[in-house]
């Protein structure tokens, strides 16, 4: 599933990209995929120009000139590859759609522009949506409602943190870094990073936490998170960002993946376990229960 790491390098790109273009032409070939009655797409979405591309959590807003916007949310297999006759940038699910010839059998929506440009919205699994709403119903949507705050702001102190934490005390540190209510965006690659990274066992409950490590784990999903948008994201294959580059997170990664090999901390042998019914990465030394 694309992180929020991935989510904030698809906004990057597509600011970089698709900003005053005018949409001329949508077609889609699942109606889940793109669940928007005709009137509204002929009347708010074409000839319509892309003002702004935003994230929230893991999903993405498109807004239109029209006082509406396109949410996007990409769920377990969704892609979005903008083609034009100079550039290429695809992000999301790692398969060969993001470098393979467009439109192909994943195919859900394609969205064309005046130039003769084209994003392309790919979705193998068809869990993925892109939703057509006035810009100011967005917040009201469910997933809105819910989501926790986003770790990278500078507004969201390491006290705030903690503090959203404490309402889990009973629940294991991973199973609540995992809960998208708690905050915002931390997937299971970057959780298992963090916890290395702040020396916490995954399993260890919420309300056993002392203050430091609360600092400690916030400084470190902030630093992970930061690295993965940095470095393009987490895929290790078939990436490709606004510039024609692979992602490259993988290659940083220090225990995600990495069972059989040593700590890069205390050369103990890292291990692959079940936490909150994910499989969890960590070195058994450095991350005592």
Same mark, same amino acid.
């Given at each position: &599933?694309?992180?929020?790491?991935?989510?904030?390098?698809?906004?990057?790109?597509? +600011?970089k990209?698709?900003?005053?273009r $005018?949409?001329?032409a949508?077609?889609?070939? +699942?109606? $889940?995929s793109f !669940?928007?009655s %005709?009137g509204?797409?002929?009347?708010?979405?074409?000839s319509?120009?892309?003002e702004l591309?935003?994230?929230?959590?893991k =999903?993405?807003?498109?807004?239109?000139?029209?006082?509406?916007t396109?949410?996007?949310?990409? $769920?377990?297999?969704?892609?979005?590859?903008?083609?034009?006759?100079?550039?290429r940038?695809?992000a999301?699910?790692?398969?060969?759609?993001l470098i393979s010839?467009?439109p192909?059998?994943?195919?859900?929506?394609i969205?064309?522009?005046?130039?003769?440009?084209?994003?392309?919205?790919n979705?193998?699994r068809?869990?993925g949506?892109?939703k057509?709403?006035p810009?100011?119903?967005?917040? +009201?949507? %469910?997933?809105?409602?819910?989501?926790? %705050?986003? !770790?990278?702001?500078?507004?969201?102190?390491a006290?705030?943190f903690?503090?959203?934490?404490k309402?889990r005390?009973r629940?294991?540190?991973?199973?609540a870094i995992l809960?998208q209510?708690?905050v915002?965006?931390?997937?299971?690659?970057?959780?298992?990073?963090s916890?290395?990274g702040?020396k916490?066992?995954p399993?260890?409950?919420?309300?056993?936490?002392?203050?430091?490590?609360?600092?400690?784990?916030?400084d470190?999903v902030?630093?992970? =998170?930061?690295?993965?948008?940095?470095?393009?994201?987490?895929?290790?294959r078939?990436?490709?960002?606004a510039?024609?580059?692979?992602g490259?997170y &993988?290659d940083?990664?220090n225990?995600?993946?990495?069972e059989g090999?040593?700590? %890069?901390?205390?050369?103990?042998?890292?291990i692959?376990?079940?936490?909150?019914?994910r499989?969890?990465?960590?070195?058994?030394?450095?991350q005592?229960?």
């Open positions: &599933m694309p992180e929020l790491p991935e989510v904030e390098t698809v906004k990057r790109g597509l +600011n990209l698709i900003i005053g $005018k949409i001329t949508v077609s889609s070939d +699942n109606p $889940k !669940p928007n %005709p509204d797409v002929d009347n708010f979405l074409i319509s120009t892309v591309v935003r994230r929230r959590a =999903m993405l807003m498109i807004d239109l000139s029209t006082g509406y396109l949410a996007i949310h990409l $769920k377990m297999t969704g892609q979005l590859v903008f083609v034009d006759n100079k550039t940038f695809g999301g699910h790692p398969n060969d759609s010839q467009l192909d059998k994943s195919t859900r929506v969205l064309s522009f005046d130039d003769d440009s084209h994003l392309y919205f979705d193998q068809k869990f949506w892109m057509l709403m810009t100011l119903e967005v917040p +009201n949507l %469910p997933f809105m409602q819910k989501v926790g %705050p986003e !770790p990278l702001n500078d507004e969201f102190t006290e705030q903690a503090d959203r934490f309402r005390a629940t294991s540190v991973k199973a809960d209510s708690v915002a965006g931390v997937g299971n690659i970057y959780a298992d990073e916890l290395w702040a916490i066992h399993s260890r409950l919420v309300g056993s936490l002392s203050e430091v490590e609360f600092k400690d784990l916030y470190q902030r630093f992970v =998170m930061n690295l993965s948008i940095e470095k393009g994201g987490s895929t290790n078939n990436y490709v960002d510039e024609g580059k692979k490259s &993988m940083f990664a225990v995600f993946r990495r090999q040593v700590c %890069p901390r205390c050369g103990t042998e890292i692959k376990i079940k936490v909150a019914g499989g969890t990465h960590i070195c058994p030394l450095c005592k229960i």
